[in-house]
């Protein structure tokens, strides 16, 4: 069963972080990463830039916002799509994520529509 992982966290924090802090948390999740691509259960991950490259288009009148929609104390940051036999599993690869990238939340819930689309070349967003 497919569960996106919803990435949790205080963006403040974690924009506030050296490079070399932010270096040492992905080099961390790059071993988990690793774990789990190679037993074929790791879809797509995806880190978001900052709230402040965000644009909202609200559903229910059309008005363009600049930044996230939501106002919390945590922002999404990014996901990962899995590709798990049960919900404990996913929670196996959500904990394993915890001890490499402490703080935060990691938010399952079960994918209802999955579409690959293309390939992306670049990991770097655009901004635009």
């Known amino acids: 069963m497919l569960y996106a992982l919803l990435c949790c966290n205080p963006e403040d924090v974690v924009c506030a ?3 070399e802090e932010d270096d040492a948390v992905m080099a ?16 797509p991950a995806i880190r ?3 709230t402040t490259a965000a644009t909202t288009l ?4 059309g008005l363009v916002l600049d930044g ?3 106002e919390t104390k945590e922002q999404l940051l990014g996901f990962y799509i899995v590709d798990v036999a049960s919900l404990e599993e996913g929670l196996q690869f959500a904990r394993e994520l ?6 935060g939340a990691y938010e399952l819930r079960p994918v209802g529509l999955y579409l690959p689309g293309s390939p ?3 990991a770097q967003g655009t901004g635009t």
């Open 68 to 70: 996230p929609y939501a």
């Open 28 to 43: 961390r999740l790059g071993v988990v990463h690793e774990r789990w691509e190679r037993a074929g259960k790791l879809k």
């Open 98 to 103: 915890t001890e490499a990238n402490p703080g």
């Open 120 to 122: 992306v070349s670049s």
């Open 17 to 19: 972080w050296t490079k």
């Open 48 to 50: 978001l830039l900052p």
């Open 58 to 61: 609200r559903k229910a009148d």
